[in-house]
């Protein structure tokens, strides 16, 4: 039993059955990451004053990560088009750069951008103390200009036994430059090339700490969705790679020797799924990185 | 193991039916004719019509599972505190010493029984056999294609669907036993139940609710793909749209609500499952105190925002339950009324504008949140508006009787009972859709009653009717028709008796979740028709276990008559579609010859035929024609 139109299209559709089926589920996976891009407006929209961090990650990464996937988004097609013209040597260096491409982009993400995060702490004053903190936060001048307050006091943990001894009644944290220089105006903006934490040390006595979280999902409602909607979109980015990459080994060759319409076909609904993914984060850079 | 399962099927998009795996070597290029194993034929298929077997089969165990958890619910809403008798002291073995000891159920577990409950009944058990069996059975054979598109997309699916089932049943044997929560895991309790200390952060009742649903979700999504797929591509020649029976439309609209609801779910639940395992707070606000300490989160979530998203999804699912069933209706109604469908084409855009307004009348369950009155209005606009496509469908199924010569076999027989049952579960809806009534009805037994109306006498007496009209499709072999008959009476009496002193309850405002059967509620003491809303209690359950009992003909029936039922022809219903052109049980790949339509689905009865019905497939000859139109013309 065959079935039909797998390959060859249908008279009066035009189409053949798999891109129907990947169309269909690209619209699928829109309302998933609509769904959690809904989350995020609806919690940034929630948040008070403050809660809501800005200019935390990295934006130079950002942008290579965005660069790398644009460049494999065009390597996918013109491996597509070299299948189209059967000129398989040519779609196997193709593939092979897509695959690259996509295997750096989760290099950059899970080597170079998230572990930094979690030994990157951010300490909540309580706002009875906030005005004891003052050097740090300058929030008279925020007040002034009509900015939301600071309530957090970020940088790196120097005593990460203060987190379990209660006998520590400090946390000395190695402040960022935005609360060692808090009146600086050039801080009230995101900077695009992240500056290092500086050697300037401020001891937080526990009593006036809401609360310290290192820089991971459970930190705010923002550390959350970045660490769900880009590790989503990190685990399509992989199931890509994967998909790419059965079709570039030798297996895949043989269904270019019986059928090459067939490959390029396969290569045509993967592409259009690699794709997606490549939009995906165009939306999520500007969202967290830029906004 | 065998080609098909060996490697993944994701990048199997565009592949053809049959593998060309190194499995097949062997075989050559006789591939196609290859004798499949048992289990390749029978467990690990890619036919359509195992795939929806095995589907079907699968549901109605978890349908009945799911009811065997209410009827230990009833005893305690009906006696509560005291001990079950028979089964009672049998049950700790089976749920845990926590779950019934001394044979007294205790809170926590008629919390889990009520919550999977739900979840059994409608993700595994309802949508499986209406969507899924159904579907996967019937739509091919009557477009007339060989298979789905995508076959081990659809085995794939099914497969999904199990581990998910699997997951979800092994959430009773946890510490903890299953999920708490209700069906719609309210946050942010459902956030908090079953953690903290003596539980496992990710086998825990909720979190496996939350694992599990991620695969049945999955199940649904590469179903849904595929049955578009199939009912665009794979319709036979001469099939046009308009030429589809209804119960292909239906199933095409229904594929739609799922592939689009339910991801904004499956968002909600990888975001309830980072809360409840990376320490994020999407749906936990700040400051929150349990058990006497607070709560160490980050706060800036929205417990609001979980409802939003979970009711995205649930209310097309609600229209996912129904209208599988209107398709069931439909044909079995042209069929056993002898006459052609009335408002074919009404049918088709009544269930097409039910698709597009059922997203976008969600917020009407979340009257009580406090949504503002701009929103309310709005929501319970559409809430309206979505009625009349309903009441459309129902009332052309009701006029297609009129004048029918009426066959009253059992499919029949559930089918006339789902139209009044049907009735009543939506008319009841209506005092639900405006907020100003719903403030005082919400979460009463008054909702369950309305929405057991349609899905229990609605949506499951769809099913059976389909079972019983397919059943000699799958099988070659007929069921018992008066096995049928003793099935379907104390069926159809036992759910009124059950769900119909439930709007009283409602009224009287027992709330649906109490667990003591309202007996310290002192409304729930006002007599109606001689009982007290509590001592109504007793009546209901009695009703549950007599329905119980009732099922045992239709298993026996069903079991029985797939070796023994009487043997019968491949079209003995004497239907026009084109399922029923192919032989029973259809071989793999379906059809003899492949079909072409020739013209509309319900051709019956018509003039000068010698028979009263006249399938897709016979050619239109001219003198049909000529009949046809010049009627005035013979008078001459």
């Given at each position: 039993?065959?079935?039909?139109?797998?390959?060859?299209?249908?008279?009066?559709?035009?189409?053949?059955?798999?891109?129907?089926?990947?169309?269909?589920?690209?619209?699928?996976?829109?309302?998933?990451?609509?769904?959690?891009?809904?989350?995020?407006?609806?919690?940034?929209?929630?948040?008070?004053?403050?809660?809501?961090?800005?200019?935390?990650?990295?934006?130079?990464?950002?942008?290579?990560?965005?660069?790398?996937?644009?460049?494999?988004?065009?390597?996918?097609?013109?491996?597509?088009?070299?299948?189209?013209?059967?000129?398989?040597?040519?779609?196997?260096?193709?593939?092979?750069?897509?695959?690259?491409?996509?295997?750096?982009?989760?290099?950059?993400?899970?080597?170079?951008?998230?572990?930094?995060?979690?030994?990157?702490?951010?300490?909540?004053?309580?706002?009875?103390?906030?005005?004891?903190?003052?050097?740090?936060?300058?929030?008279?001048?925020?007040?002034?200009?009509?900015?939301?307050?600071?309530?957090?006091?970020?940088?790196?943990?120097?005593?990460?036994?203060?987190?379990?001894?209660?006998?520590?009644?400090?946390?000395?944290?190695?402040?960022?430059?935005?609360?060692?220089?808090?009146?600086?105006?050039?801080?009230?903006?995101?900077?695009?090339?992240?500056?290092?934490?500086?050697?300037?040390?401020?001891?937080?006595?526990?009593?006036?700490?809401?609360?310290?979280?290192?820089?991971?999902?459970?930190?705010?409602?923002?550390?959350?969705?970045?660490?769900?909607?880009?590790?989503?979109?990190?685990?399509?980015?992989?199931?890509?790679?994967?998909?790419?990459?059965?079709?570039?080994?030798?297996?895949?060759?043989?269904?270019?020797?019986?059928?090459?319409?067939?490959?390029?076909?396969?290569?045509?609904?993967?592409?259009?799924?690699?794709?997606?993914?490549?939009?995906?984060?165009?939306?999520?850079?500007?969202?967290?990185?830029?906004? | 193991?065998?080609?098909?399962?060996?490697?993944?099927?994701?990048?199997?998009?565009?592949?053809?039916?049959?593998?060309?795996?190194?499995?097949?070597?062997?075989?050559?290029?006789?591939?196609?004719?290859?004798?499949?194993?048992?289990?390749?034929?029978?467990?690990?298929?890619?036919?359509?019509?195992?795939?929806?077997?095995?589907?079907?089969?699968?549901?109605?165990?978890?349908?009945?599972?799911?009811?065997?958890?209410?009827?230990?619910?009833?005893?305690?809403?009906?006696?509560?505190?005291?001990?079950?008798?028979?089964?009672?002291?049998?049950?700790?073995?089976?749920?845990?010493?926590?779950?019934?000891?001394?044979?007294?159920?205790?809170?926590?577990?008629?919390?889990?029984?009520?919550?999977?409950?739900?979840?059994?009944?409608?993700?595994?058990?309802?949508?499986?056999?209406?969507?899924?069996?159904?579907?996967?059975?019937?739509?091919?054979?009557?477009?007339?294609?060989?298979?789905?598109?995508?076959?081990?997309?659809?085995?794939?699916?099914?497969?999904?669907?199990?581990?998910?089932?699997?997951?979800?049943?092994?959430?009773?044997?946890?510490?903890?036993?299953?999920?708490?929560?209700?069906?719609?895991?309210?946050?942010?309790?459902?956030?908090?139940?079953?953690?903290?200390?003596?539980?496992?952060?990710?086998?825990?009742?909720?979190?496996?609710?939350?694992?599990?649903?991620?695969?049945?979700?999955?199940?649904?999504?590469?179903?849904?793909?595929?049955?578009?797929?199939?009912?665009?591509?794979?319709?036979?020649?001469?099939?046009?749209?308009?030429?589809?029976?209804f119960?292909?439309?239906?199933?095409?609209?229904?594929?739609?609500?799922?592939?689009?609801?339910?991801?904004?779910?499956?968002?909600?639940?990888?975001?309830?499952?980072?809360?409840?395992?990376?320490?994020?707070?999407?749906?936990?606000?700040?400051?929150?105190?349990?058990?006497?300490?607070?709560?160490?989160?980050?706060?800036?979530?929205?417990?609001?925002?979980?409802?939003?998203?979970?009711?995205?999804?649930?209310?097309?699912?609600?229209?996912?339950?129904?209208?599988?069933?209107?398709?069931i209706v439909g044909e079995i109604l042209a069929n056993n009324s002898r006459k052609p469908l009335w408002g074919?084409?009404?049918?088709?855009?009544?269930?097409?504008?039910?698709?597009?307004?059922?997203?976008?009348?969600?917020?009407?369950?979340?009257?009580?949140?406090?949504?503002?009155?701009?929103?309310?209005?709005?929501?319970?606009?559409?809430?309206?508006?979505?009625?009349?496509?309903?009441?459309?469908?129902l009332s052309a199924f009701f006029i297609s009787l009129w004048g029918g010569s009426i066959r009253f076999n059992v499919p029949m027989l559930f089918v006339t009972a789902f139209l009044p049952m049907?009735g009543?579960?939506?008319?009841?809806?209506?005092?639900?859709?405006?907020?100003?009534?719903?403030?005082?009805?919400?979460?009463?037994?008054?909702?369950?009653?309305?929405?057991?109306?349609?899905?229990?006498?609605?949506?499951?007496f769809g099913?059976f009717a389909?079972?019983y009209y397919?059943?000699?499709?799958?099988?070659?072999?007929?069921?018992?028709e008066?096995?049928g008959k003793?099935?379907f009476w104390?069926?159809l009496?036992?759910?009124?008796?059950?769900?119909?002193?439930?709007?009283?309850?409602?009224?009287?405002?027992?709330?649906?979740?109490?667990?003591?059967?309202?007996?310290?509620?002192?409304?729930?003491?006002?007599?109606?028709?001689?009982?007290?809303?509590?001592?109504?209690?007793?009546?209901?359950?009695?009703?549950?276990?007599?329905?119980?009992?009732?099922?045992?003909?239709?298993?026996?029936?069903?079991?029985?008559?797939?070796?023994?039922?009487?043997?019968?022809?491949?079209?003995p219903w004497e239907a026009t579609?084109?399922?029923?052109?192919?032989?029973?049980?259809?071989?793999?790949?379906?059809?003899?010859?492949?079909?072409?339509?020739?013209?509309?689905?319900y051709e019956y009865s018509?003039?000068?035929?010698?028979k009263d019905f006249?399938?897709?497939?016979?050619?239109?000859?001219?003198?049909?024609?000529?009949?046809?139109?010049?009627?005035?013309?013979?008078?001459?």
């Amino acid at each position: 039993m065959e079935i039909p139109y797998t390959i060859s299209t249908r008279p009066d559709t035009g189409l053949w059955n798999a891109k129907i089926g990947i169309w269909l589920f690209l619209a699928s996976e829109v309302m998933l990451f609509g769904g959690l891009f809904s989350a995020y407006v609806f919690l940034r929209l929630d948040a008070q004053p403050g809660e809501w961090p800005h200019g935390l990650l990295n934006v130079p990464i950002g942008t290579f990560n965005t660069a790398i996937l644009i460049v494999s988004s065009v390597t996918v097609v013109l491996a597509w088009a070299a299948l189209k013209m059967r000129r398989y040597n040519a779609y196997w260096w193709y593939m092979l750069a897509t695959i690259l491409c996509g295997i750096i982009f989760l290099f950059v993400k899970l080597y170079l951008e998230w572990p930094p995060k979690f030994s990157h702490y951010g300490v909540f004053i309580k706002p009875e103390a906030r005005e004891k903190y003052e050097p740090y936060l300058g929030n008279h001048r925020r007040e002034e200009k009509g900015l939301e307050p600071r309530i957090e006091i970020t940088g790196h943990l120097e005593n990460h036994e203060a987190l379990t001894d209660s006998n520590i009644k400090e946390y000395e944290i190695a402040l960022d430059p935005v609360n060692a220089d808090p009146d600086n105006p050039s801080h009230d903006r995101p900077h695009f090339i992240p500056l290092p934490a500086t050697e300037k040390v401020a001891k937080i006595d526990k009593q006036d700490v809401e609360r310290i979280d290192s820089f991971g999902p459970w930190h705010s409602a923002y550390f959350a969705s970045y660490f769900t909607i880009t590790g989503l979109h990190g685990a399509h980015v992989l199931a890509g790679v994967l998909v790419f990459l059965y079709m570039w080994l030798p297996v895949s060759k043989k269904v270019y020797q019986r059928n090459p319409e067939h490959l390029a076909n396969r290569v045509e609904v993967s592409g259009l799924f690699w794709h997606f993914v490549d939009l995906i984060w165009i939306f999520v850079f500007p969202l967290f990185y830029l906004l | 193991m065998d080609a098909s399962t060996s490697h993944p099927p994701s990048p199997g998009f565009g592949e053809t039916g049959e593998t060309h795996g190194p499995h097949h070597h062997e075989a050559g290029h006789d591939h196609e004719h290859h004798e499949l194993g048992f289990w390749r034929k029978y467990i690990f298929s890619t036919d359509h019509k195992v795939i929806g077997i095995q589907y079907g089969i699968c549901g109605m165990i978890f349908l009945f599972m799911g009811f065997s958890l209410m009827m230990i619910m009833r005893w305690q809403l009906a006696y509560p505190g005291q001990a079950l008798p028979l089964i009672g002291k049998w049950l700790p073995y089976i749920f845990g010493a926590n779950s019934m000891p001394d044979g007294k159920m205790t809170p926590e577990f008629y919390n889990s029984l009520g919550a999977m409950h739900g979840t059994i009944m409608i993700f595994l058990g309802v949508v499986p056999v209406a969507f899924a069996a159904f579907g996967n059975f019937v739509v091919p054979l009557q477009i007339g294609a060989p298979d789905m598109t995508f076959p081990k997309v659809n085995a794939a699916s099914f497969w999904a669907f199990a581990v998910g089932g699997a997951i979800m049943l092994t959430s009773f044997f946890v510490p903890g036993g299953a999920a708490k929560g209700g069906w719609t895991s309210y946050t942010p309790l459902s956030d908090i139940a079953d953690k903290g200390p003596g539980f496992h952060t990710v086998l825990n009742g909720q979190s496996l609710w939350l694992i599990g649903f991620i695969f049945l979700i999955t199940s649904s999504l590469l179903g849904a793909v595929n049955f578009i797929t199939t009912i665009i591509q794979l319709r036979a020649k001469g099939l046009t749209w308009m030429r589809l029976p209804f119960f292909v439309w239906s199933q095409f609209v229904t594929a739609f609500l799922l592939l689009l609801a339910f991801p904004p779910l499956e968002a909600a639940i990888i975001m309830q499952l980072m809360d409840r395992t990376a320490a994020t707070s999407f749906f936990l606000p700040a400051g929150m105190i349990v058990n006497g300490a607070p709560l160490h989160v980050s706060g800036g979530g929205s417990p609001l925002l979980w409802q939003h998203l979970f009711w995205f999804l649930g209310h097309p699912e609600v229209y996912v339950l129904i209208l599988p069933a209107f398709g069931i209706v439909g044909e079995i109604l042209a069929n056993n009324s002898r006459k052609p469908l009335w408002g074919y084409k009404s049918l088709v855009f009544s269930v097409l504008v039910i698709g597009f307004l059922s997203f976008v009348v969600w917020a009407h369950h979340m009257w009580l949140t406090g949504m503002g009155s701009t929103v309310s209005a709005f929501f319970q606009t559409t809430t309206l508006l979505i009625s009349i496509p309903s009441v459309i469908i129902l009332s052309a199924f009701f006029i297609s009787l009129w004048g029918g010569s009426i066959r009253f076999n059992v499919p029949m027989l559930f089918v006339t009972a789902f139209l009044p049952m049907f009735g009543i579960g939506g008319l009841t809806g209506i005092p639900l859709a405006f907020n100003s009534a719903d403030l005082y009805l919400h979460d009463t037994y008054y909702v369950i009653a309305h929405f057991h109306y349609i899905v229990a006498p609605g949506t499951i007496f769809g099913l059976f009717a389909g079972v019983y009209y397919w059943f000699p499709k799958a099988t070659g072999r007929m069921m018992s028709e008066f096995w049928g008959k003793v099935h379907f009476w104390p069926s159809l009496i036992c759910m009124n008796v059950i769900f119909l002193p439930m709007f009283l309850q409602g009224m009287l405002g027992m709330h649906r979740r109490w667990y003591d059967g309202g007996q310290g509620w002192t409304l729930a003491g006002e007599h109606i028709w001689g009982l007290s809303g509590f001592q109504w209690n007793t009546p209901i359950s009695w009703a549950a276990w007599i329905m119980g009992l009732a099922q045992i003909p239709f298993i026996i029936n069903f079991f029985w008559s797939i070796k023994h039922g009487k043997k019968v022809n491949d079209n003995p219903w004497e239907a026009t579609t084109l399922e029923w052109t192919a032989p029973s049980p259809p071989p793999h790949g379906n059809f003899v010859t492949t079909p072409v339509a020739y013209r509309g689905p319900y051709e019956y009865s018509l003039p000068g035929r010698e028979k009263d019905f006249t399938m897709q497939n016979e050619p239109v000859d001219p003198s049909e024609r000529s009949r046809r139109m010049a009627e005035p013309a013979l008078a001459h």
